[in-house]
């Protein structure tokens, strides 16, 4: 007699033997606002509610197949992930063809391809394996090798000129360096030296990036340009008050003042609607994922997994920080999407891809253990 | 380094760090919250004010586009402003209904109507779209009494481009049309998205798509404040806008003017080249069109007209017609087998009145030939075997490099249409051209043979009327040549400043004075005993030119007879020139597409163009109307 009840649960419980339930609550959550808003900003116009729903839906199921790789098997992803995005921006510096003034993309002929995404994960995969192949022997030469695995696709991202993705990027790769133990003499070192090296940056800044910087100083300076972003999303958070105008009600957004208003400035819309009360419980959100990611980090069992999942989650921190700082008006406008906020499928799979990794160290540790 | 080895250590600092990072992470999101609670409590009021009651709204005001006149300050691009009736769809709740309400007010055409969806469905939702151009004091007067019937339509002054000279000089002029996708894609290579808010108008083509960001100017705006229905209160602040700058060329559009009527019926085209500056006195493609038709969106009749027309109007003959030179070429041909010590001047053929070479019979155009030819007589006479066998010794590779320096086969770079993109380059040919040229290794051979008629300005050879011009105002200006431009200068709106153009030398080609003398002699001697010599006669001034006739199709062997052979595939006919002979201020090339002989139908275009240019002559029977009268075009 064939057991069905028991089948079944075997079944899901095969299904879901990698899932981490804490993570995909909380992400689900952002989600779930993240569609309610990516609604609000586009049902008078063009809508896109149905294709975001879309979009999540592939999202999680490669996080699914992402969470069932076992780390052994993400660690033999590393270099050739690495190789690949490398040679790919190399061919993007080379042949890539300008869209809005930049060189990001990548013609295949049929489609085009934009090489820089995929190194938001494949950088800090290629340091952390680095570490672990020399935690034995970990030396200040390792960190030095490090910093140039991480400098040059920094530098190729940076120069199509990209500064949101080179950031995240970058930022991807330091966290590793930061949690593998680069001595804090060199930290503080760095730090310094960035601050005193700031007005040399200032010259080879594009003169559009220049002008966002000046224009978050003073933003009635370029009041037709990158200015009026700001001064359109600072009215519309300052104008949603404490509890918001409501749903749907966002005077900011339906009028048309809001650029941008479903991809990068979509915090703008949420937060006119929802207030501070509104913002309060998105940042508890993130806060929860990071939290939750960290967790994950700390009971890791090897310094490959420990060092990735550590990175990973603060990449979520720096999109989150970075998005929500330059829509309220305290840093620069630089292309950044909000995380599992923000409509875009690209930028959601790699998001997801990220869960996957976290979840597949998590849910793999008992068997590295044995 | 000890430290870095201890693994129960390293985890220890491992999560340290974590514990560090977590509080980064709470800093930076405290950091977040206090901007939040900064905007929305403590400066909710001074934020709401701004979003909720009053809501600015800034207004681009559109510059004025700069005008162009030509070198005598004839104006042949303007502004003017009129009256429009335009609707905003995102504020009309009922687009069909409330047009036919506004039908029983103001004049409303189907035709007014179908442009009206065609520009909608290009435009972004909340554009606000004409339906209505120019309207009478008497239609504005009427729709003001009865505004109040229909929100979202609106009475606006908008400024309008206007050609005056009509289809005069169409082609270098070019036009402005609506901002389309392409566009824009453009205007944000360029990083000028911010300025082009408000523009919905864009140069086409023609000097007002080279100088667009000339002539555009700086966008202004007005700041307002609009209530809930977006419709203004008040005003706030008004930056004002800057015109864009104004265009003076070289151009003189009375002489172009006369080009175009000599040419008539005709298709063809003339460049005149200030020789010393590379300045255009003259750039006429003939059929032209009335570039007023594409101002506010050509219609689809209008544009299959002359898209469809066989004589293909919309084509810019003289920098994207490519035509053989046929015996113009010989000139050039001349002086590079004195340069490159092929002949000297007073070398001698024989001529038959053919070159045999292998199986292949080349005829000259003389039967029984010319005798005893010498340089001065090859080209006074035209002589084509001369040049068979001049080509047969000079070799391909070395008549495709001397002609090359000349700028044949060579995009010019005038200043016309976006960068390097509008001008056909032509055909100079070389063994390297064919091996690029054709697939086929057996056709990727250069024969021997096919150099034969390239002599004579034949076979692959083909080139476009400005590349003939500036070559021959190459030779007018003793080797030096300059890059031709239409723009003498640009008058700076804001300061009134002028800023001259320069005129840009490409290169010194060193040729030796008593060549060039040598070319010159024959040249002279074309207009006063040859080929040119009845187009020129009693000419007060001395001129120096050649004719050219270039075969539309082969004739194998056959004796060419106009009047038998169909219209379109009759020789085109060529002529260069340059005047005054010892100083040269006018070279020219003409082309008569289908106009048989050079010496009869090209070569008297010139004989007008230099009496007028260096005699103020008019030609007889040339309409005498100013050539300031605006026509007053109705549009469609």
């Known amino acids: 007699m064939i057991d069905i009840p028991g089948t079944l649960r075997r079944g899901w419980r095969e299904l879901v033997a990698h899932i981490d339930f804490p993570l995909l609550l909380i992400t689900m959550a952002i989600m779930a606002v993240g569609l309610a808003t990516v609604y609000s900003a586009t049902f008078d116009g063009n809508e896109r509610i149905f294709s975001q729903a879309g979009n999540m839906g592939v999202a999680l199921v490669i996080m699914w197949f992402v969470s069932r790789l076992p780390p052994q098997k993400l660690m033999s992803f590393a270099i050739p992930l690495y190789l690949l995005g490398l040679i790919l921006l190399i061919a993007v510096f080379l042949f890539g063809i300008k869209v809005n003034g930049a060189k990001r993309w990548l013609p295949l002929g049929f489609t085009r391809i934009q090489p820089s995404e995929m190194m938001k994960i494949a950088m800090p995969l290629m340091l952390a394996w680095y570490f672990q192949k020399f935690e034995a022997t970990l030396g200040f030469k390792h960190f030095f090798v490090a910093c140039l695995l991480l400098i040059v696709p920094f530098a190729l991202i940076a120069k199509q000129p990209d500064l949101g993705t080179a950031l995240l990027v970058g930022g991807a790769g330091f966290f590793v360096i930061f949690f593998a133990g680069l001595p804090w003499k060199v930290i503080v070192g760095l730090g310094a030296a960035g601050a005193a090296a700031a007005p040399m940056l200032w010259n080879v800044l594009h003169d559009y990036q220049r002008k966002r910087i000046l224009t978050l100083i003073d933003p009635t300076t370029d009041p037709l340009g990158a200015g009026y972003h700001i001064i359109q999303s600072t009215i519309a958070i300052g104008s949603g008050g404490t509890f918001g105008k409501g749903f749907l009600n966002g005077t900011q957004t339906h009028l048309e003042f809001i650029p941008e208003k479903h991809t990068d400035f979509i915090f703008a819309v949420y937060s006119e609607e929802w207030g501070l009360l509104g913002n309060a419980v998105l940042v508890f959100l993130y806060t929860l994922l990071i939290a939750r990611g960290l967790i994950i980090a700390s009971s890791a069992p090897t310094l490959f997994s420990r060092l990735l999942a550590g990175a990973v989650t603060l990449g979520f921190f720096t999109y989150a920080f970075i998005n929500m700082g330059m829509v309220s008006g305290i840093l620069p406008v630089v292309g950044v999407p909000l995380p599992f906020m923000s409509y875009g499928g690209t930028a959601l799979v790699t998001l997801f891809v990220g869960i996957g990794i976290l979840m597949s160290i998590h849910t793999h540790r008992m068997l590295v253990k044995k | ?636």
């Open chain 2, 1 to 636: 380094m000890g430290d870095f080895h201890n693994p129960d250590s390293d985890l220890d600092r491992f999560r340290f760090r974590l514990g560090f990072a977590a509080i980064v992470v709470l800093l930076a999101f405290g950091l977040l919250i206090g901007r939040f609670v900064w905007l929305q409590v403590i400066q909710h009021d001074f934020y709401q004010t701004r979003a909720e009651d009053n809501r600015i709204a800034l207004i681009p005001i559109v510059p004025n586009r700069g005008v162009i006149t030509d070198r005598n300050g004839i104006v042949l691009a303007r502004n003017y402003s009129a009256f429009t009736l335009e609707i905003t769809p995102s504020r009309v709740p009922n687009l069909e209904a409330s047009i036919d309400a506004l039908a029983t007010v103001i004049d409303i055409q189907p035709k007014d109507r179908k442009r009206f969806k065609r520009v909608m469905d290009e435009a972004k939702n909340f554009e606000s779209i004409p339906i209505r151009t120019r309207l009478t004091d008497a239609e504005v007067a009427r729709f003001a009494a009865q505004r109040y019937r229909f929100p979202g339509i609106e009475v606006k002054a908008r400024l309008f481009r206007q050609y005056p000279l009509g289809s005069v000089a169409s082609h270098a002029i070019g036009y402005i049309g609506r901002i389309t996708d392409r566009d824009l894609g453009w205007i944000e290579e360029m990083e000028k998205q911010a300025n082009y808010k408000g523009t919905d108008h864009i140069g086409k083509n023609g000097l007002e798509q080279h100088y667009e960001f000339e002539l555009h100017g700086e966008t202004g705006y007005e700041e307002v404040e609009i209530d809930a229905g977006g419709r203004a209160l008040r005003s706030l602040k008004r930056i004002p806008p800057v015109s864009g700058n104004n265009l003076s060329l070289s151009l003189d559009v009375k002489l172009q003017q006369i080009t175009e009527q000599a040419f008539g019926e005709r298709k063809g085209a003339l460049v005149a080249i200030d020789p010393s500056t590379g300045g255009i006195l003259a750039l006429v493609s003939n059929p032209t069109y009335d570039p007023n038709l594409f101002v506010d969106g050509i219609t689809p009749d209008n544009w299959k007209e002359l898209n469809d027309h066989p004589s293909k109007p919309m084509v810019n003959r003289a920098i994207n017609g490519s035509y053989p030179p046929g015996s113009t070429f010989k000139p050039f041909m001349a002086l590079a087998a004195l340069e490159m010590g092929k002949r000297t001047a007073n070398q001698t053929i024989s001529d038959p009145g053919f070159f045999n070479f292998g199986n292949h019979h080349f005829r000259d155009d003389k039967k029984g030939g010319h005798g005893t030819v010498d340089m001065y007589k090859s080209i006074v006479h035209s002589c084509d075997t001369y040049y068979y066998i001049l080509a047969n010794d000079m070799g391909i590779d070395n008549i495709s490099k001397f002609m090359g320096q000349l700028g044949l086969g060579q995009r010019t770079g005038i200043d016309l249409g976006k960068d390097g993109a509008s001008e056909t380059k032509g055909v100079l040919p070389s063994q390297e051209w064919k091996k690029q040229r054709f697939k086929k290794p057996e056709q990727q051979k250069w024969y021997a043979g096919e150099t034969i008629s390239i002599g004579i300005g034949q076979g692959y050879n083909s080139y476009t009327p400005i590349q003939l011009a500036q070559a021959t105002a190459v030779i007018a200006n003793n080797g030096v040549m300059f890059r031709p431009h239409i723009v003498r200068h640009i008058t700076d709106a804001k300061t009134g400043e002028k800023r001259i153009i320069e005129p840009q030398p490409i290169r010194d080609l060193k040729l030796k004075p008593q060549n060039i003398e040598v070319i010159r002699r024959a040249m002279v001697g074309v207009n006063k005993e040859g080929t040119g010599a009845r187009a020129f006669a009693g000419a007060p001034y001395e001129s120096a030119g050649k004719t050219g006739t270039a075969q539309v199709y082969s004739l194998k062997g056959a004796d060419y007879k106009a009047h038998s052979i169909k219209q379109e595939l009759r020789d085109h006919a060529l002529f260069i020139a340059y005047a005054p002979a010892d100083k040269p201020t006018i070279a020219l090339a003409v082309l008569v597409e289908n106009g048989g002989f050079g010496a009869q139908s090209a070569a008297p275009i010139a004989r007008m163009v230099m009496d007028y240019y260096l005699l103020g002559k008019l030609p007889a029977g040339a309409a005498q109307e100013d050539a300031a009268a605006v026509e007053d075009d109705n549009e469609e």
